[in-house]
C-alpha cells in the first residue's frame, strides 16, 4: 500500500505572499492531520480533516487554513506568510473511525518551507 | 493540560550497549501513546501504538512498555542505524483524540 504523500517537498517565499500544500492519505483513510515542525516548538497540531470537515483545530492563527476533498486529499493553506512560518510541514493519516480512542497516525514525508 | 516530556534529550550509545529512552505524560485518561522515529529531513516512521498500562509490544531490537504515568523504549544491542531522534505521542482529550501531544524527543546516536 502506497503512503502518504506530499507535494511539494520543497517552497521558498517571500513575507506576504500565500502557499498551498497538499497531502494525498494512505488509500482507505479519512482522517487527515497537519502538523508543523520547527526546532524551537517541535511537532505542534494544526488540524484535523475528517470527510471533508474540520474535526479539531491546533492553537494556530486564521492565517492557517485547510480543507479536505471528497477522495480524502488534503491542502492546507498560508496566507500573508511569516518568518516564523518557516518549518516543516507534515501531513498524517488515519481511518478516522476509532471510537474512544486515538489511532495510529501515519506521517507523509512533508514539505519544507521556507520564508524569506 | 496534557503534556508530553521526553529524556535524556540526547543519548550516545556504542554499538551493542543496550538502554532505554523515557516518555512520561500527564493526561487526564490516556487515549493512546505513540512511539516514532524520525531521520533528518524526513517525516516521523511509526514504531508503536499503546493503549493499556502493562501493554508491551516488540519489534526487532526495540520493546516500548507503558504504565500509567510513563513510557519506555528499550533498545537492545542498537545497531549505528537506530540513530534517530525517537518521538513520544499521546492523544488529545475527548473529542481530539486524534490531535497528538509530542514531546520534543530523544536524539539517539549509536557509534560504531
Known amino acids: 500500500k502506497a503512503g502518504v504523500t506530499q507535494t511539494p517537498r520543497y517552497l521558498i517565499k517571500t513575507r506576504g505572499q500565500q502557499v498551498t500544500l497538499s497531502c494525498s492519505p494512505i488509500s482507505g483513510h479519512r482522517s487527515v492531520s497537519w502538523y508543523q515542525q520547527t526546532p524551537g516548538q517541535g511537532l505542534q497540531f494544526l488540524f484535523e480533516y475528517f470527510s471533508e470537515t474540520q474535526r479539531n483545530k491546533g492553537n494556530f492563527p486564521g492565517r492557517f487554513s485547510g480543507r479536505q476533498f471528497s477522495n480524502s486529499r488534503s491542502e492546507m493553506n498560508v496566507s500573508t506568510l511569516e518568518l516564523g512560518d518557516s518549518a516543516l510541514y507534515l501531513c498524517?493519516?488515519?481511518?478516522?473511525?476509532?471510537?474512544?480512542?486515538?489511532?495510529?497516525?501515519?506521517f507523509g514525508p512533508g514539505t519544507r518551507l521556507l520564508v524569506l | 493540560e496534557d503534556q508530553v516530556t521526553q529524556s535524556p534529550e540526547a543519548l550516545r550509545l556504542q554499538e551493542g550497549e543496550s538502554s532505554s529512552l523515557n516518555c512520561s505524560y500527564t493526561v487526564s485518561g490516556l487515549r493512546g501513546l505513540f512511539w516514532y522515529r524520525q531521520d533528518p529531513g524526513k517525516g516521523p516512521e511509526f514504531l508503536f501504538t499503546l493503549y493499556s498500562a502493562g501493554e508491551e509490544k516488540e519489534k526487532e531490537r526495540l520493546k516500548a512498555t507503558l504504565t500509567k504515568k510513563e513510557s519506555f523504549l528499550h533498545i537492545t544491542a542498537p545497531k549505528p542505524e537506530d540513530s534517530a531522534t525517537y518521538l513520544c505521542?499521546?492523544?488529545?482529550?475527548?473529542?481530539?483524540?486524534?490531535?497528538?501531544?509530542f514531546g520534543t524527543g530523544t536524539l539517539l546516536a549509536v557509534q560504531p
Open positions: 498524517a493519516s488515519s481511518y478516522g473511525s476509532r471510537i474512544g480512542g486515538s489511532e495510529t497516525q501515519y
Open positions: 505521542a499521546v492523544g488529545g482529550y475527548g473529542g481530539a483524540t486524534n490531535k497528538l501531544i
